[in-house]
């Protein structure tokens, strides 16, 4: 009775207080720990969960068990076929600063097939292996509160539209601005894949859904904007400014990432790889 009075109360009070001047529909998320910040020296595998699916208004995310949300609503499961991604639809996406955030549900350190002890224990001598951690880990990492933003993807449309898949990935990364005013990546986007055949979530009209990406800390003040890729169509969403590394920008790694991906093989698809990653689209493909 206690934590139904308390659940009731925190949605009041997001309800009553004072919206930004967008008025935004508000996730509220309503664990109470430690929350970590995230100060990367390198550039992270975005693992940003989708954590809200077709709502309208303010939405609370009760659930959440090592870091997987649970939905109160499943119809959005139903699914779309990737021939549904035709031509650019109107969707609209929104970082959204105007209140405190954190989330479970991300992989804030990059992960590893192939790291073991023995390689840890030896990541002096190879600088590759530096901070990283098994994929065994995910669920820990999961489970952790993040400071983050939520992005809140809107269809503008009349039309149900893709966004996302079944197993809740959804293809962003971060871009940044550098010191000479370019946008670059600052995080990549590596899909794990699934045994089953793969759906496209929906979105339906005039409404949101949610994603929760990284709120990085660092040394560098810049503009930070959100890239979504739906298999065919580049999206971005609006500008922000936050801070940020500058060695998140990068890439030297990324020949070890994909050598570590496919066990040493040689890297003939590695141009297509990076391109891939960074969601640039391509209609070359890559093993």
Known sequence: MKKLLSIILIILFFSCSKKSENDLPRVIILEHENVVEVNSKEML???????????????TIIKNIDGVFEFNDYKTYKGLPEKAIKNKYDLKIIIDTSYSFKSKGIAYKNLLYSVNDSILRDSINKPFYKNKLSFSRIRTLESKSVAAYPVLFYNNSNKNIPLGKGDLQIEII????????????IEFFYGDGICLPQMNLVLEPKHYSA?????????????????????????????????????Q???????????????????????????RIFLNNSSSSFP
């Open 45 to 59: 595998q975005n693992r940003s969960p989708l954590i809200a699916l077709n709502f309208l208004n303010d939405t």
């Open 174 to 185: 971060q871009e940044a601005k550098d010191t000479n005013g370019k946008w670059k990546p």
């Open 211 to 247: 994603a929760a990406i990284i709120k990085y800390k660092g040394d560098f003040k810049t503009k930070i904007r959100v890239k979504y890729f739906d298999g065919k169509n580049v999206f971005y969403s609006n500008e922000i400014y936050g801070t940020i590394n500058r060695s």
């Open 249 to 275: 920008f990068n890439q030297e790694y990324f020949l070890e990432l994909y050598k570590d991906n496919h066990n040493g093989r040689y890297p003939r698809y590695f141009e297509d790889f990076k391109r």
